[in-house]
């Protein structure tokens, strides 16, 4: 069995599960671990996952691992974060309550 401590995840690492399929890619990270994009990409979510608009209730976003700055999914910088100017690898999807 492989130690977690034994690997290392960076952004674009390949993610794959116990039998060996592909998951995805790194895409992000926050104090809860890390964050895979699948082969389909955003895409592969549904509205509802988007933005369901009933309170409390969580809004896909994306956000940037540098300084924290938050924006809508529909304006994923193409470029890195406009706020810091991090590179692009440091913007993350992220789920807003």
Do not use: K
């Amino acid at each position: 069995m492989i130690e977690s401590n034994d690997i290392d995840v960076a952004f674009g690492t390949e993610i794959y599960d116990e039998t060996g399929n592909r998951l995805g890619t790194v895409r992000g990270f926050d104090e809860h671990g890390f964050y895979v994009s699948t082969d389909e990409g955003i895409t592969a979510m549904s509205s509802e996952h988007v933005a369901s608009g009933i309170p409390g209730e969580a809004e896909l976003t994306w956000r940037c691992y540098e300084c924290g700055a938050i924006g809508d999914i529909e304006e994923l910088p193409d470029d890195g974060c406009p706020d810091c100017g991090a590179p692009q690898e440091a913007i993350y999807y992220h789920i807003q309550d």
